[in-house]
C-alpha cells in the first residue's frame, strides 16, 4: 500500500522560509523512474505544480518560482523536503506532495497540509 | 512554457453526457501524455484518466478521453452523468523541464 503524508507548520510569517516534509512508504525513491513532487492549492483556486525530483536525484522546479524552492530527498528515510523561501500572503495553500513515474499522472497524493501565512 | 486552458464550468443533468476541453497554448498535445484528475471538496485529487485515454481501476467506463491534434487539445467526456461525478476537474501535461496543471472545470450536476 503506497503512502504520502505531509507534514511542517500551519502557519508561517512573511518573509520565512517553509520547510515541508513528505514521508512516504510502499515505494522506493531508488527505484528507476520514480518521482515526487509537490503541488500547491490556495483556497478555492487550481492546482499548482511547484518542484518534482526523481530517483537519480534529477529536480524540476517551477519557473517563476524557482529561485525560491529546493527539493532534497532522503531515500534512506523515504523523505522529500520542499523549502520555500520569503514566503508571502500569496503562498497561502493546501500544499500536497504526490508520486510520479516518468512521464506518468501524479498517481498517488498525500492528504495535503494547509499553510498559512501571515503578513 | 505553455497554458492549459480548461472552461471554468460545465453543468449537466444525470444521465446525460458533457465534456471538458483542455487547450494547449503551445507545443503538440499529442507529444506529451495529459492526464486528467478529479477533485471533490475537501480531497486530494485522483486520477481518471491517465496518458491521454487509459482508466485506473476502479474508474468507471462513463469517463472517456481524447486527444484531437487537430485543436491542439484533449478532452474529457462523462456520461450518464450521476451525481457522486460533481467535483472539480483538471487536466495535466508536460514538457521537457516542466509540468503543467489546467485551470480547473468546475462540473456541476444538476
Known amino acids: 500500500q503506497i503512502t504520502l503524508n505531509e507534514s511542517g507548520p500551519t502557519m508561517v510569517k512573511g518573509t520565512q522560509t517553509l520547510t515541508l516534509s513528505c514521508t512516504f512508504s510502499?515505494?522506493?525513491?531508488?527505484?528507476?523512474?520514480?518521482?515526487v513532487g509537490w503541488i500547491r492549492q490556495p483556497p478555492g483556486k487550481a492546482l499548482e505544480w511547484l518542484a518534482l525530483?526523481?530517483?537519480?536525484?534529477?529536480?524540476l522546479y517551477r519557473p517563476s518560482l524557482e529561485s525560491r524552492l529546493t527539493i532534497t530527498k532522503d531515500t534512506s528515510k523515504n523523505q522529500v523536503v520542499l523549502t520555500m523561501t520569503n514566503m508571502g500572503p500569496v503562498d497561502t495553500a493546501t500544499y500536497y506532495c504526490?508520486?510520479?513515474?516518468?512521464?506518468?499522472?501524479?498517481?498517488?497524493w498525500g492528504r495535503g497540509t494547509l499553510v498559512t501565512v501571515s503578513s | 512554457n505553455f497554458v492549459l486552458t480548461q472552461p471554468h464550468s460545465v453543468s449537466g443533468s444525470p444521465g446525460k453526457t458533457i465534456t471538458i476541453s483542455c487547450s494547449r497554448s503551445?507545443?503538440?498535445?499529442?507529444?506529451?501524455?495529459v492526464h486528467w484528475y478529479q477533485q471533490r471538496p475537501g480531497q486530494s485529487p485522483t486520477t481518471v484518466i491517465y496518458?491521454?485515454?487509459?482508466?485506473p481501476s476502479g474508474v468507471p467506463d462513463r469517463f472517456s478521453a481524447s486527444i484531437d491534434s487537430s485543436a491542439n487539445s484533449a478532452s474529457l467526456t462523462i456520461s450518464g452523468l450521476k451525481t457522486e461525478d460533481e467535483a472539480d476537474y483538471y487536466c495535466?501535461?508536460?514538457?521537457?523541464?516542466?509540468?503543467?496543471f489546467g485551470g480547473g472545470t468546475k462540473l456541476t450536476v444538476l
Open positions: 503551445s507545443g503538440n498535445i499529442a507529444s506529451n501524455f
Open positions: 496518458e491521454d485515454f487509459r482508466r
Open positions: 510502499g515505494f522506493s525513491l531508488s527505484t528507476s523512474g520514480v518521482g
Open positions: 504526490a508520486r510520479r513515474v516518468r512521464h506518468g499522472d501524479f498517481d498517488y
Open positions: 525530483i526523481y530517483w537519480n536525484d534529477g529536480k
Open positions: 495535466q501535461s508536460h514538457d521537457t523541464n516542466i509540468v503543467v
